[in-house]
C-alpha cells in the first residue's frame, strides 16, 4: 500500500534516476496536457504507474504492444476522467456547453476537440444564455448554426486558459463568424482566419501593434477564401447585445461598422489583445 502511494505520488519522477530522458518526456507532457486540458496533466501522472505495473504484468513481450496497452490505458483514463468530470464541475458552478452530436442541439463547436480537450465549460447562466440566443436564432434562420470556439476550463477561476487571457472564470464564450453557405469558419479551429479591413476601414491598430495581437500572415493565403455572412453574423451580434446575461462583447471596429450594429456593449479590445475579426468574444454575468 505504501509503495502504491508512493508511485502515484512520484508519478514520472520515478524515472528521474534510471531513465532521466523519459522522465523528462512524462513531465513535459504532464505540463502540456494540463495548459491544454487542464485535466490532462493530472490523468497523465497517474498513468505513469499504472503503466509501470501494465508493463510489469506483460513482461518480456514485445513493445509495441507493451506501448500501445500504456497509450490505450492512458485514453481510456482521460475519457473517464472528462466524462467523470462533468458533475465535478457542477460543484464549481459550471457546466458543459452541448457538443452538437445531437439533432435537439441548436449550437455546437466547430471542431470536436473542443469539447474532447474539455474546453467547453461555462457558468450555468453563460450557458443558459447561449442556448436562449441560439434557439431563437436558429427558429428565425432554419437551422442551428451558433458555433462556438474556446469556452472555459471545468474547475478554479484563477487557472487560466491559454492562449486566452481572461477566459478563467468560465463567463466568457468565443463564438465564431458566420460565413456564407455551410462552412463554418475559413480556419478549422475557428480562430486565426481574419476578415481582413476593407480599404477605408477603421483600423486603429495600424502600426502600433501589441505582442498578443497575431496576424498569423503566413496563414492567410492556406485558408479558403469564405464569404462573411453579414446577415447571420449581425442577428447574432444584436440578440447577444439585447440579451441581460451579456456583459460586453468584443469585436474589431472595421467588423462592428461593416455588419451595421451598435449596441452599448459591443467595444473594440484594443491593440494589446488577440485580433477580434476572426471571433466574437462573448462575456456573461457574474454568477
Ligand atoms: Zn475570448
Redesign the pocket.
Known sequence: MRRLALAVLAGPFAFARGAPAKAGLLIFFVALLTVITQIGGLVLWLCVPACAWLNNRLGDRNSALRHGACLGLSAAAYLGASVATIPLAGAFGRAPLDCGLTDAATYGPRTIWTCLLNRHYATLPARQALQKVSAELSADFKGPWVTY??AGFPFFDWFPMFP?I??GDGR???LALVHIYDAVTPSPIGYWGFVQPRPGDPQPCDGREGWLRWNMAWLQPLLPEIELDVRRTAALLGALAQDREVRRI?IEPHLQRRLGVDYPGIRFQGCRA?RHDD?I??EFAAK
Open positions: 470556439l474556446d486566452h481572461s477566459h466568457k464564450i468565443d468584443l488577440a471571433h468574444h462573448v
